[in-house]
C-alpha cells in the first residue's frame, strides 16, 4: 500500500477518538484504563521485536504520554470533542517556548508570533463556557485540553532529547498506556461503574485496537517508507478537522463559534510555522 495512504489513514483512525470517548456512557478513568489496555496489547505485539528496554528519559516521556492521553479523554469528557482536541494541538507552542531550555534549540521571531497566535486562540474557548448533555463541565475539560498540550508538547522535547538511548519511540507508547492502566486500576476500583453495555466494551475496544494501536502502526510504517516530516505533519492536520465532525454527524454536539475561530486561528498558526520551518531546514541542506 501507498506509504502516504497509511499515514492519511492513520491519521483518520485518529480523529475518531472524540466520537467513541462520546459515545461511552463510562466515565474518564474507565474508558482511559480500557482503552489503553488494548492499545499497550496491540503496540506490544507489534513492536517488541525491536526491543523494549528503557532509559530515563523515555521513561519520562512515557509519563507524558500517559499523562496526555488521559488529560484528552477527561477532556472529551467534559466539553466538547472540538474544544479538547483543538486545545490538545497546541502543542507545538510548548515545544517552540520549552525546547530551548531544555534540549537548547534556537527560538525565533518567528516563533514568538505563532505562540502568541496561539494563545490568542486558546482565549476564545472560555469566552463560552455554557455546559450541555454532552459537555457537562466545559471550563474543566477546557483546562484538561490545555494540560492535555503541555504535555503532549514536553513528550514530543523528550523522546528527541540528546541524552536519550531510546530511537524507538514505541516503547513510551506500550509504557505510557500500561502506566495509565496501572494508575486507573486503582481509582476505578473505588467507584467501579454500575454497568458496562456491549456497546460500552465495543467502543473501548475500537479506541484502543484501532484509535491507538493500529493507528499507530499504520503512522510510523508510512513514515518509515519514505513519507517526508513535512508530509506526515500537514496530513496531521487532518485530525483536528475530523475529529469535531465526526462527533457532530453522530452525536450531534456542535462546536460554539469561538472554538471554531480559535481552533482555525491554532491550526492555522501552527500549519503555517511548520512549512516555514521545514522549508528552511530543506534550503539549508541544499545549499
Given at each position: 500500500m501507498?506509504p ?24 474518564a ?42 488529560s ?31 534540549i ?51 513528550y514530543?522535547i ?17 509504557y ?19 454497568a458496562i ?6 467502543a ?40 469535531p465532525?465526526?462527533?457532530?454527524l ?7 463559534i469561538?472554538a471554531?475561530?480559535?481552533?482555525a ?8 510555522h ?14
Open positions: 501507498n502516504v495512504v497509511l499515514v492519511v489513514i492513520a491519521v483518520l483512525l485518529w480523529s475518531t477518538g472524540g466520537l467513541f470517548i462520546k459515545l461511552t456512557t463510562l466515565d478513568f474507565s474508558v482511559n484504563m480500557g482503552r489503553s489496555l488494548f492499545a499497550a496489547i496491540v503496540v506490544a505485539a507489534f513492536t517488541f521485536k525491536k526491543g523494549l528496554r528503557l532509559d530515563r528519559y523515555t521513561l519520562f516521556a512515557s509519563f507524558l504520554y500517559a499523562a496526555t492521553l488521559t484528552f479523554v477527561y477532556a472529551t469528557k467534559n466539553t466538547t470533542a472540538a474544544n479538547a482536541i483543538f486545545l490538545q494541538y497546541t502543542a507545538p507552542i510548548y515545544v517552540l517556548v520549552l525546547a530551548p531550555f531544555l537548547r534549540e534556537s527560538f525565533h521571531i518567528r516563533d514568538l508570533v505563532t505562540v502568541l497566535l496561539c494563545i490568542a486562540g486558546m482565549t476564545l474557548f472560555f469566552l463560552d463556557n455554557a455546559s450541555s448533555a454532552t459537555a457537562p463541565d466545559p471550563f474543566s475539560g477546557n483546562i484538561a485540553g490545555l494540560v492535555s498540550g503541555v504535555c503532549f508538547g514536553l514530543f523528550f523522546l528527541r532529547h540528546p541524552r536519550s538511548e531510546q530511537r524507538n519511540p514505541a516503547v513510551s507508547v506500550f505510557g498506556n500500561l502506566i495509565i492502566v496501572l494508575v486507573m486500576i486503582p481509582l476505578i476500583a473505588q467507584s467501579p461503574p454500575a453495555t456491549t456497546n460500552d466494551l465495543l473501548i475496544a475500537f479506541l484502543g485496537i484501532f484509535q491507538i494501536g493500529i493507528a499507530y502502526i499504520l503512522f510510523t510504517k508510512g513514515v518509515a517508507a519514505g513519507v517526508r516530516p513535512l508530509d506526515a505533519s500537514i496530513i496531521g492536520f487532518i485530525e483536528p478537522l475530523i475529529n465532525i465526526w462527533v457532530l453522530f452525536v450531534g454536539e456542535t462546536p460554539t469561538w471554531v475561530i480559535g481552533g486561528v491554532i491550526i492555522a498558526a501552527v500549519a503555517v511548520t512549512i516555514r520551518q521545514y522549508t528552511r531546514k530543506a534550503v539549508s541542506a541544499e545549499a
